[in-house]
């Protein structure tokens, strides 16, 4: 089993920056895809970023890139989300998530098995 800590959110103005960390622990994630999700009040689950097991592959939602930057540090067994350029619309319980099946970035949330608890983040204007 697998077991995700987020932790980094916080409040903060408008384009400024936070890093969200996600530590496992349990089984390594070395073999696995990672992802982040977010979920803001009155808004279904979105995805947000996605990375491969080394790191190498990454891919991001729209509304994020150029402002968003995921990575992995497999020795530590955690993942990270720096977030710049905040927005209000950025505003959002977010979520780290652990894909044990495959190794390549994934945009479906029904993909992953393993889910944090989340951290709230919240840009004011």
């Known amino acids: 089993q697998v077991q995700l800590v987020e932790s980094g959110g916080g409040l903060v103005q408008a384009g400024g920056s936070l890093r969200l960390s996600c530590a496992a622990s349990?089984?390594?994630?070395?073999?696995?895809?990672m992802g982040w999700f977010r979920h803001a009040p009155g808004k279904e689950r979105e995805f947000v970023a996605a990375i491969s097991y080394n790191g190498v592959n990454t891919y991001y939602a729209d509304s994020v890139k150029g402002r968003f930057t995921i990575s992995r540090d497999n020795a530590k067994n955690t993942v990270y989300l720096q977030m710049n350029s905040l927005k209000p619309e950025d505003t959002a319980v977010y979520y780290c998530a652990a894909d044990r099946h495959n190794s390549y970035a994934g945009s479906y949330g029904s993909d992953y098995d393993y889910w944090g608890q989340g951290t709230q983040v919240t840009v004011s204007s």
């Open positions: 349990g089984r390594t994630l070395i073999s696995y895809a």
